[in-house]
């Protein structure tokens, strides 16, 4: 018996599985045909999750909707650095933005209300950026150093294009504690804090091979770091695939979408298709693992409720059952089932007998490496074999 309505939620990479570079991938076109109605609804609650953070998600989901020849909102849309809505504390502080593209829109759009660039950086301050013979500065510049405001935390949203100016002048800001006016400080143990977005070591653009991420600068940043200073850097956070918050915050749209698209059974497995092995497949396996996790928890933790509840009163049972759902009241996944396609990053060789786990770690620094969560549920050839596999495995029909 064929499901009236579906029990998952698919998690779409995109470059490299939906698109390369500005080109689309035909077998992901002819996969849109299937997961739309030709109205252009989507019959299964659907979110594109990128790494890429230079862009607003809207222009991001209107790129798509050109690409995919479907409608796809900005609400599909998960860039790298939206989980930032999840760190309040940060808004009203005065940050660093490091990156390209429009990030004093992507900023306010998150929800951050003081903030400074790189550039103006360079407009109070043009000695500091002395690399470039052709830009340094030909006058000593008259600003007002005194009344530029000390920065409280930096945020790295995406590669910038000036890889040495913002490599010296995000260190210039990390060594200083946030007051360019001052000295280098002595103590670097009271860090100021840094938020990472997107940890791409390598991305799968319009070229054969794949080019350098934000991974790549941020190790370079580490590096430089480092080596001045004499201890790591430490991140408040970092976001991006595949860490944790970024698939519990995908999560949290699928199941957003799902109640707006009227369905009412619980959202119970989703499946993440991505072409990274260390990005999209790590990062779903890393969700599943604490999915599984989550669910023991709450095993134990009934068990333990259970043997309690019969040596006390049936007052006092009430009450523990009660704060027992209350404290376990998030509606977690059974399942994140992690797709690899072929269509990008993963490439295999051609006769290849099996898949090969990558030699080289390529995750995060602050990312133990687990070469088991490498492995894929199961590999496809394209994005549209992928929704063959997945529909079969639950029973579900796309014809309208």
Known sequence: ????????????????????????????????KRLTNPD????????????????????????????????????????SHSPLRMFPEFHNKC???SGQGPLDQIAKKIGFTNYVTIDQIRDVFPNLD?????????????????????????ILFGEPVRWET????????????????????????????ILACNMDLLWMSDSHMPRFGHGTFLHCLESVYEKLVGRPL?????????????????EQLIKRIASNMGITSPIKNLYAIGDNPMADIYGANLF?????????????????????????SAEQTASSLQSWRQLHARNISTTCHSVLVCTGIYSPEPGGSSYQIPPVFHG???????????VPSFITKDANKAIDRIVKMENFSLES
């Open 166 to 193: 913002n490599l010296q002048i995000v260190i210039d800001v990390l060594l200083t504690h946030g007051n360019l006016n001052d000295p280098i400080a002595d103590d670097h143990e009271n860090q100021i804090p």
């Open 40 to 79: 252009g609804r989507f019959k299964v609650p659907t979110v594109f999750v990128t790494n890429a953070g230079n862009a607003l998600a809207r222009t991001k989901a209107d790129q798509l909707s050109n690409a995919m020849g479907v409608e796809i909102t900005s609400e599909q849309v998960m860039m």
């Open 1 to 32: 018996c064929k499901s009236q309505e579906p029990g998952f939620g698919l998690l779409f990479d995109i470059d490299g599985v939906l698109v390369r570079g500005k080109t689309p991938i035909p077998a992901a076109r002819e996969m849109f």
């Open 364 to 374: 995060p620094r602050d990312m133990e490496f687990d070469v088991n969560l490498c």
């Open 234 to 250: 430490t991140y408040t956070a970092l976001m991006g695939k595949p860490s944790e918050v970024t698939y519990i915050y995908a």
């Open 95 to 97: 940050v660093l933005m």
């Open 130 to 154: 002395m690399v470039d013979h052709q830009r340094r500065p030909k006058l000593m510049s008259a600003a007002l150093t005194e009344t530029f405001p000390k920065i409280d935390a930096v």
């Open 288 to 312: 599943n693992k604490r999915i599984k996790q989550e669910q023991e928890v709450k095993q134990v933790a009934w068990h333990v409720l259970m043997v309690a509840c019969c040596q006390v």
